[in-house]
């Protein structure tokens, strides 16, 4: 079988959750099947539409180089004609037999629709809430979350600078450059012609997949069709957790590893860890920072909050895929903080399989995940409080650690995953054969 898959970025250039699944799942399936992968690139060095080909890890990929430099509406964010003929070029040469996209966030919402024009079957992953928040995370300005899409509190963040990570190095689109925050009843016609189009988007797939329960029910409440969705948790490389063990340390050692933006908490871990006020704990840090809606300064404001805290913070930057075994076993617990309603955290399975108690937000994938007590401590989403409580609790009873790092936990290898996928690939292909 030959699969197209198409994700807002890949690795070794874009190295998040989303990229990694895709990554993953691509590597695996390429043992046996053919496997194409068109990824979003924002490179300031190359010219806008550049497509670049190469081979990688046994499959081929294909970086686009959009830096929405001829940006002119606020659609052109989600739907853009030149890249829709880049993609078709793509198929015309490739030839697949059926397209999984992962994610457009950078690329086009209109490569669904040419999908469904070539008579292709087509998947979409379903990661976060970019289908119904233009922002992707249901959180607005203040780092409040929307429990639900009320679009008169969207007006506010239809702000430019909210749209800064789709050109990294300057807002260059003509959009960008001239539009102010629109007036309530332009911004609401606005956000009224984004919800048509997202809901007639969301109805092309023949199947849509979701690594967990809870992200499938927030698409029904948007108006998804349950029925189409399947639930394929994350598969993870197992065998590198295999015989790490934890090294041992005099110290309790508490660790972040992810992205260091606002929506994922980092500031309120570090607030938690002045509340925890033990000389006898430590706290590291992982992962890159990356603006955030206009926000250059978040990481500055952590290193600042960092240095007036009596107590051991290193922040360590970036980190490979590679790294984490060895990163997990150096820690005694790892927190997982976010404010949005995450999906589907690979870092909880990560933990999982290192054998590390893990301390999260007690909603969204997050508490799907985890049973509060017994694989794994919940808390108040935001509440720095609570989370020091929680972590005081395995500071000083390292009986709990124990139990909560030795419960059974099920955690998909990547084999499985890609298994599912297949299966379900198969099972679309022979559908639009019979039809055709």
Known sequence: MRILFVVHGFVPDRVGGVELHAHYLAAALAARHAVGVLAWASDPTKPDYALEERR???????????????????????????????????VDRWRPDLVHVHHLIGLSA??????????????????????????????????????????????????????????????????????????????LRILRQYDADMHRLLALPEAIVTPSAFHREMYRRYGVDAAKVHVLPYGLPTAAFVGGGRRAAPHFRIGFLGTLIPSKGPHVLLEAYRLLGRADATLDVYGNWVPYHGDTG???????????????????????????????????????????????????????????????????????????????????????????????????????????????????????????????????????????
């Not at 233009?134 to 899409?149: M, S, T």
Request: charged share 25%; proline share 6%; net charge positive.
């Open 56 to 90: 990688q890890d046994g499959f081929t990929t294909w970086r686009l180089n959009h830096r929405f430099t001829d940006l002119a509406t606020f659609a052109g964010i989600y739907r853009n004609a030149r890249i829709d003929e880049l993609f078709e070029g793509i």
């Open 110 to 187: 209109g490569i669904l629709e040419r999908t469904k024009g070539r008579g292709l079957p087509l998947v979409l992953g379903l990661h976060d809430y970019w289908f119904g928040c233009p922002r992707g995370q249901r959180i607005r300005d203040g780092l409040v979350v929307c429990h639900e899409i009320d679009r008169n509190l969207c007006v506010p963040c239809l702000k430019p600078q909210n749209y800064e990570l789709r050109a990294p190095r300057r807002p260059l689109g003509a959009w960008l450059r001239h539009l102010r925050l629109p007036t309530r009843r332009r911004g």
């Open 298 to 436: 978040y990481l500055d404001r952590l290193r600042e909050a960092a240095a007036r805290i009596a107590g051991t913070v290193r922040f360590h930057g970036r980190y490979e895929p590679a790294d984490v075994p060895r990163i997990l076993a150096s820690l005694d617990a790892v927190v997982v903080p976010s404010l949005w309603y995450e999906c589907s955290p690979i870092v909880i399975r990560e933990a999982f399989l290192a054998g590390v108690p893990v301390v999260a937000s007690g909603h969204g994938g997050m508490a799907e995940a985890i049973d509060h007590g017994v694989n794994g401590l919940l808390f108040r989403p935001g509440d720095a409080s609570d989370l020091a409580a929680q972590l005081r609790r395995l500071v000083e009873e390292p009986a709990l650690g124990g139990r909560l790092a030795a419960h059974p936990k099920q955690v998909a290898s990547i084999a499985e995953n890609a298994l599912r996928h297949l299966m379900l690939y198969e099972s679309l292909v022979r559908k639009e054969a019979c039809s055709a």
